[in-house]
């Protein structure tokens, strides 16, 4: 069964037509009209469904309306059957213990059936069904569906390194040195006069890589008062925008403080704007403005200080890039790449470089290239088409085909979208599914890989049993999207093999909104109004994003659909209604997913009566669980982190299912965390707010493969004197029984940023070092693969060192008083299979001895720039020389006690070293920070803090 299950859940209808052969097993004793009435719907369904995956292969364009229609109306009564299975699923869950479920079985079922009026719904099904099969018999004329010929891999699919590099930081990006220097040049005139340069073109001729490519080289050689990067997307939130720009350009301390004020009007928050920026020079990137009346809300908080202060922005329309650039008409025009530089792009994706093109494929290639008319998102999308198959002159000569007969097309659709089009039906159909739930992210939201993953299972968009393998397989879903260029990597993990942060292009975003929004996939609300399709009523799944608040009437329509919604994604802040009104939803027993990411107060209590929820997801300051929460026997996920919630409640360690459990390291959990087996991650658990039965507990997680942990201990809780050594004694004692079973361990303490406003690094009478029995159990951990540790000696980094399957590792050396100005070492006796080193060093330096971390490829350095360090040792970090396989340093510079020399002097001695490495290593700038994060453009938000952003 689990087989027949597998295979019909790679199917339009799989997830329906699997529920339903489960139910014709053995565990429900259905009555025998009951099973008659199922059987009936899966043979139908199963039917329908080999039809559906015909049309699934042909462009809306050529579909016959009338097969449009069908598809459309059998699709939503799947969705309407499968609701109606896991409400009975549901109702049988709460039926009684096993033995007597055996007795009563036959009388329970028919119970549920009558009583509850399913029996009467099935037959309505019944009816619908047949409805929908004769119709398609008396008119159904469907054609042939034309020929796959791309087809996919059955096979597990890996990270493709030729699509990561393009979206890696590169020292030479395609065609981007001229042009790059042109807009410089225009910055650069008039040095202290207030400038605006506007970038302008079509989708996809790369005017965002390009406007990040100026921004980053001008900010690497000139001084601003602040700076700040924003994009605004097709739908305008002026408060988000002031919002995120504020966040960038003020201390930690001012935003949080802004973040607690009640801006009522945004007249008030653009004067709260012009206040921070008037006399300061400041240089801004606005990416993709869309209108006029945009950017002249966007310019109302800017002031034009005549002191060298400068303005980026990109836009599609040249109507608006005249309006931004005003009488000074600074503009550039975004060029599409000449044949040389198509030739490299295209090449490089395909075969690293244009030396390694067959002979026999450079003329058709030139073909392809030429109806992508030199748009980089085109060439790119196009070349991940083609990237997995064979490389032989008859396939290429085929698509060539296809692409012609796809961008040649006389239609009102432009050419990206004919485009992503092809890309698009060259997917197979459980890849389709994957890519149209992407829609539910706005514009320009980095995605969390892992997140994602977690969403598409819970969906049930990925086919399986077991939720090992299909987490596993959504894994190779998401890196067959990235390996086509429909999904661009933007963070990867220390194994070059893993892809931790994503994103969507906003073109190819706007493509899967409308197709996705067509097939009644997502209802999107995003300050417009619904993005619905109008030929179904009912409401799938849901996402909020940015936008103005809900009105009473839109409230409405939630409230009536609320029985038919499966996942809610909430994105905007300013949706307190509905956030806070989570019993509308009450009605609801299909809900899977619930994922919140809003800075509001909010009541969770409601959740309780979604017994299929799989993901509970929230980022709210403040919200409250509910105490019976282990009615949620289907819950997998619970991520509570950020959220101001002081302790868990007892009866989550109910929670048979639950998988991954994340909160903040001040929330206390209960005892008896040991009953939770299924437990893979746990973090971040404060040791201080925990009983020490409570951590003796963790030595029972039999399955924990993740761990995070807090080494602070407050001097009391809640009145009561706080045991430490009996809690690292406990400590000591689980860790041990873990040996064989963690993968990742972080070890951290808190940062102080949380507490007194200290931001970079903790204070000097901050934390004391790790202890030395917690290094030495650390040791023995031997399938480690990522470690995260926080204040350690050079004894200690010596011991973990010796760990056989580390990949990565983040570390913040211990100070030592008196010690100021010690260079720690590392040798060349550990660290063997390391690939990614993170090291913050506040008083101290590092030195690498030859041949130390011999497969090391990333360093990511957090220093501080201090006068009374020992410069004539050689500097504050010695033997980059030494990493043999490096080739990218990052860098991130304290500049508190320093002058601006000094700063300068640390930078250029990193970069020195760097270009004396025989492989040339990329240096990459992060930012310049003083320890309240304010001048020198720092732009993390506190949640980014390097030691967090490693973990």
């Known amino acids: 069964m689990a087989e027949l299950m597998a295979s019909a859940a790679t199917s339009m209808m799989g997830s329906v037509i699997g529920k339903l052969t489960a139910m014709l097993g053995e565990k429900y004793q259905l009555a025998r009209d009951v099973e008659q009435g199922i059987r009936f719907l899966k043979d139908e369904l199963s039917s329908m469904d080999a039809v559906l995956q015909k049309l699934a292969d042909k462009d809306d364009d050529q579909m016959d309306p009338m097969d449009k229609d069908w598809r459309n109306k059998v699709r939503e009564l799947s ?47 019944k009816i619908l069904v047949t409805e929908h099969s004769d119709r398609a018999k008396r008119y159904r004329a469907l054609g042939p569906s034309p020929p796959h ?25 395609v065609g981007i040195d001229g042009p790059r220097e042109e807009i410089i040049q225009l910055l650069q005139v008039e040095e202290n006069q207030h400038k605006v340069v506007s970038i302008y073109g079509t989708a996809g001729q790369g005017k965002t890589t390009l406007a990040m490519e100026v921004y980053r080289k001008i900010t690497q050689t000139q001084a601003f008062d602040c700076r700040a990067f924003v994009s605004v997307s097709q739908t305008l939130d002026m408060k988000n925008l002031l919002r995120d720009i504020l966040s960038q350009i003020v201390s930690k301390n001012e935003f949080d403080q802004l973040q607690s004020e009640n801006w009522e009007t945004l007249q008030i928050e653009i004067r709260k704007m012009r206040g921070y920026l008037i006399g300061k020079r400041y240089f801004i990137l606005i990416d993709d403005i869309w209108n006029v009346s945009d950017w002249e809300l966007v310019q109302a908080a800017l002031p034009r200080n005549d002191n060298g202060s400068r303005i980026i922005t990109t836009t599609r329309s040249k109507t608006v890039a005249e309006t931004c650039a005003g009488i000074d008409a600074q503009m550039y025009k975004a060029k599409p790449l000449g044949d040389d530089e198509s030739r490299r792009l295209f090449f490089k994706r395909l075969f690293h470089s244009t030396e390694h093109c067959p002979q026999d494929l450079m003329a058709v290639s030139s073909d392809i290239l030429r109806k992508c008319g030199g748009l980089p998102l085109a060439i790119i999308s196009i070349a991940g088409l083609l990237a997995n198959r064979s490389k032989t002159k008859e396939v290429w000569v085929n698509a060539l085909k296809y692409i012609s007969a ?44 892992r997140r994602l993953i977690l969403l598409w299972v819970a969906e049930g968009l990925i086919p399986g049993q077991s939720r090992e393998n299909m987490e596993q397989l959504g894994r190779s879903y998401l890196n067959e999207l990235i390996n086509r260029s429909l999904v661009q990597p933007t963070k990867v993990g220390a194994d070059g093999a893993t892809v931790k942060q994503c994103r969507v292009h906003d073109v190819i975003l706007e493509f899967i909104v409308s197709k996705a929004v067509e097939d009644n996939f997502v209802t999107i609300w995003n300050g417009n109004g619904f993005s619905v399709n109008y030929s179904s009523n009912k409401i799938r799944r849901l996402s909020i994003q940015y936008g103005i608040s809900m009105r009473a009437e839109e409230m409405v329509k939630i409230k009536e659909q ?60 403040h919200c409250k669980l509910p105490k019976d929460i282990e009615k949620l026997q289907h819950l997998e996920t619970l991520d509570v982190t950020w959220c101001n919630i002081k302790k868990l409640p007892a009866s989550i360690t109910q929670l048979q299912r639950l998988v991954r459990l994340r909160v903040d390291g001040h929330i206390k959990l209960p005892d008896g965390i040991g009953n939770l087996q299924a437990l893979e991650e746990l973090s971040y658990i404060g040791l201080g707010y925990q009983t020490i039965k409570f951590i003796q507990g963790l030595g029972d997680l039999t399955n924990l493969k993740v761990l995070g942990i807090h080494w602070e201990y407050p001097y009391a809780v809640a009145g009561r004197h706080v045991d430490v050594e009996g809690r690292k004694e406990a400590c000591i004692s689980s860790l041990s029984k873990l040996v064989t079973t963690l993968r990742e361990l972080r070890i951290m303490p808190i940062l102080e940023y949380f507490i007194s406003s200290q931001y970079f690094f903790p204070k000097r009478e901050g934390p004391s070092v790790v202890p030395y029995q917690i ?27 010796s760990l056989p399957m580390l990949l990565s590792i983040t570390v913040r050396f211990s100070f030592e008083e008196g010690n100021s100005g010690i260079r720690y070492t590392i040798s060349s006796q550990g660290f063997q299979r390391l690939v990614k080193f993170n090291f913050s060093c506040y008083y101290e330096g590092a030195e690498f001895e030859p041949e130390a971390m011999p497969k090391l490829q990333r360093l990511k350095l957090y220093l501080a720039a201090r006068d009374q360090f020992n410069y004539e040792q050689g500097g504050l970090v010695l033997g980059l020389q030494n990493l043999a396989g490096l080739k990218h340093v990052a860098l991130s510079i304290n500049c508190e006690y320093a002058t601006p020399d000094e700063v300068q002097d640390l930078e250029d001695d990193i970069r020195v070293a760097a270009g004396a490495h025989p492989n040339r290593p990329v240096v990459q700038l992060v930012e310049k920070v003083r320890q309240d994060c304010m001048a020198q453009g720092c732009s993390r938000r506190p949640r980014d803090h390097p030691m967090l952003e490693a973990q």
Not at 583 to 593: A, D, G, I
Not at 598 to 611: A, I, M, Q, R
Not at 775 to 797: A, D, F, K
Request: proline share 3%; net charge neutral; glycine share 4%.
């Open 775 to 801: 290094i030495q159990i650390i040791s023995s951990l031997v399938n480690l693969t990522r470690l995260s540790i926080g204040l350690v000696s050079q004894e200690g980094i010596n011991i973990v060192a």
């Open 149 to 173: 010929y791309l087809a996919a891999s059955p096979q597990p699919v890996r990270l493709d390194p030729r699509a990561t590099a393009l979206f890696q930081e590169a020292r030479d990006p």
């Open 562 to 621: 609320a029985a038919h919604i499966r996942s809610i994604n909430i994105f905007d802040p300013n949706s307190v209604l509905l956030i806070k009104n989570t019993s509308m939803f009450l009605s609801s027993q299909v809900l899977r997913v619930l994922n919140t990411q809003s800075l509001e107060d909010c009541y969770l209590g409601h959740v309780k009566s979604f017994g299929q929820i799989k993901y509970l997801g929230s980022s709210i300051c």
């Open 406 to 449: 796809a961008v040649d097309r006389d239609s009102h659709i432009d050419k990206m979208k004919r485009i992503f089009l092809l890309s698009y039906f060259d997917l197979p159909l459980h890849l389709k599914s994957c890519m149209l739930y992407l829609s539910v992210f706005p514009e320009d939201y980095v995605i969390d890989c």
């Open 79 to 125: 969705f309407d059957i499968e609701d109606c299975v896991d409400r009975f699923m549901l109702n049988h869950s709460h039926g009684g213990s096993k033995a007597n479920f055996v007795r009563k079985a036959v009388r329970k079922v028919k119970m549920l059936w009558e009583d509850q009026g399913i029996a009467g719904e099935i037959q309505k099904l």
